[in-house]
Nanobody
Framework: QVHLLESGGGLVLVGGFLRPSCPVSGRPSIIMPMAWFRQAPGNDREFVAAISRSGNTIYYADSVKARFTISRDNAKSTVFLQMNNLKPEDTAVYFC?????????????WGQGTQVTVSS
């Protein structure tokens, strides 16, 4: 069984930054494509960013391009999301996900989420 546990969310002011992380446990020897999603109150869960096994291929939602950076450390089985210049509309629960054959959908494993709140 694969387990993902996000941490690193929090409350920040507009323009601030956060860097949530998501270690993968259970089957760390298997390197999987990974992604971040988010869900704001009353909204559907939406794709934020995805990264390939090697880290050489990365995709971002248009809403976060140039502000967010996804990265991974395969030696530590951990994926990160550097979030800069945060805006109130970035407020959401952020989830990491692992193992998909597509980039924006169909992920097999999910974490519990970490709350990000951006205050003006």
């Amino acid at each position: 069984q694969v387990h993902l546990l996000e941490s690193g969310g929090g409350l920040v002011l507009v323009g601030g930054f956060l860097r949530p992380s998501c270690p993968v446990s259970g089957r760390p020897s298997i390197i999987m494509p990974m992604a971040w999603f988010r869900q704001a109150p009353g909204n559907d869960r939406e794709f934020v960013a995805a990264i390939s096994r090697s880290g050489n291929t990365i995709y971002y939602a248009d809403s976060v391009k140039a502000r967010f950076t996804i990265s991974r450390d395969n030696a530590k089985s951990t994926v990160f999301l550097q979030m800069n210049n945060l805006k109130p509309e970035d407020t959401a629960v952020y989830f990491c996900a692992a193992d998909s054959s597509t980039w924006t959908t169909g992920y097999r494993y999910w974490g519990q989420g970490t709350q990000v709140t951006v205050s003006s």
